[in-house]
């Protein structure tokens, strides 16, 4: 009975948390009354657990976590050691929730993958692509060339798959009777990416060969594995298949 009170006790003398985005705006947008998420602050996966996640920045706002469109506090941890807003960013901490948790925090706009610019006069409004519009065959490839930044295809040089399931089976590729599919829904996978959209960003050389100054990255975190399974020197895979998804673990130029 002692507990039951004191529970209860605890329920009405905590402070409600109302909700209200702190001092870092980053990944939001103004609505007209308040700051609310925008779809690409949470458009991405946390590195880790979400469960982990939710461990390390738990938050006690009443509407939970930040959310596309809500106007949840981001939790203090994600950036800020103080316990209420305002409050200063301190830089090490943002960078660790950046790292490991920005979907939680509501950083994805700031990662690497969806931090570049936008084309000035885009075919749709880039603010409020959705997730389900980000894996549309209709709209996956215009989003790469006119809103990059809103589906994570920064590093993808305009060029993605129209379809998302391409790499599950990539003797796809050289399937007869399927080239007219992969050409039009499967470039990126396939290596079949107009000479125009390369994909962007580079690592400088390290290799012996000398035949490099620097390398596509790679586009996929499986290179490792799939280099020690033979990928890199497969002849089933043609030279630009290769290039188009582990350029720098295969070191092809």
Do not use: H
């Not at 060339?145 to 129209?162: E, I, K, R, W, Y």
């Not at 990539?170 to 125009?196: A, E, K």
């Amino acid at each position: 009975m002692f507990a039951l009170v004191s529970l209860l006790l605890a329920s009405f003398l905590a402070p409600e948390v109302s909700a209200v985005i702190g001092d870092d705006l980053n990944c939001t947008v103004y609505n007209g009354t308040f700051f609310v998420w925008t779809p690409a602050a949470v458009q991405c996966e946390n590195t880790i657990a979400d469960s982990s996640c939710a461990i390390l920045y738990p938050t006690t706002d009443t509407l939970g976590l930040p959310a596309a469109g809500n106007n949840a506090g981001r939790p203090l941890a994600c950036y800020t050691t103080a316990t209420a807003t305002p409050a200063a960013v301190v830089p090490d901490m943002k960078t660790a929730a950046l790292a490991n948790c920005a979907k939680t925090c509501g950083f994805c706009c700031q990662t690497d993958a969806y931090n570049c610019a936008n084309v000035a006069f885009p075919r749709l409004n880039c603010a409020t692509i959705t997730k389900s519009q980000c894996d549309s065959v209709t709209w996956r490839t215009i989003i790469a060339t006119d809103c990059p930044s809103a589906c994570g295809f920064c590093n993808q040089g305009g060029c993605v798959d129209a379809v998302t399931n391409c790499a599950n089976d990539l003797s796809i590729c050289q399937t007869v009777g399927m080239q007219d599919f992969v050409n039009s829904y499967c470039q990126r996978t396939c290596g079949r990416c107009p000479s125009t959209t390369a994909a962007s960003g580079t690592v400088t050389s390290t290799g012996s060969s000398g035949t490099c100054t620097s390398y596509t990255a790679d586009t996929t975190t499986q290179c490792t594995a799939w280099a020690a399974n033979g990928f890199c020197t497969n002849t089933f895979y043609t030279a630009a298949q290769r290039k188009a998804r582990c350029a720098t673990t295969c070191k092809l130029c």
